[in-house]
């Protein structure tokens, strides 16, 4: 059975950092794509970056402030996020999606708040 549980979420000043995390059982990277996604007040959900093993592919908005990490060991996913800005604050969602069975799974989500 497949859980994601994100941590690491917070409340952060402008230029802060913060480091998510999205522990991963009964997922194994090789066949999965993961992701993160995050949703802020009044907008749609929308992907932060994902990760199919064979290439990393970040949102334009990102700008090179975050980066992902994967420990196939503890089957943890992290996101390390850099300069956060206040239009980062927005509930963030660990993703794992199934390739060839081409199922969607997600974790509960974790609150980010960048104050200014």
């Known amino acids: 059975q497949v859980q994601l549980v994100e941590s690491g979420g917070g409340l952060v000043q402008a230029g802060g950092s913060l480091r998510l995390s999205c522990a991963a059982s009964?997922?194994?990277?090789?066949?999965?794509?993961m992701g993160w996604y995050r949703q802020a007040p009044g907008k749609e959900r929308e992907l932060v970056v994902f990760?199919?093993?064979?290439?990393?592919v970040y949102a334009m908005f990102v700008e090179d402030r975050f980066t992902i990490s994967k420990d196939n060991a503890k089957n943890v996913f992290d996101l390390q996020m850099n300069s956060l800005k206040p239009g980062d604050t927005a509930v963030y969602y660990c993703?794992?999606?199934?390739?060839?069975?081409?199922?969607?799974?997600w974790g509960q989500g974790t609150q980010v708040t960048v104050s200014s």
């Open positions: 990760d199919n093993g064979e290439r990393i």
């Open positions: 993703n794992a999606f199934h390739r060839l069975r081409n199922r969607d799974y």
């Open positions: 009964g997922v194994s990277f090789d066949s999965y794509t």
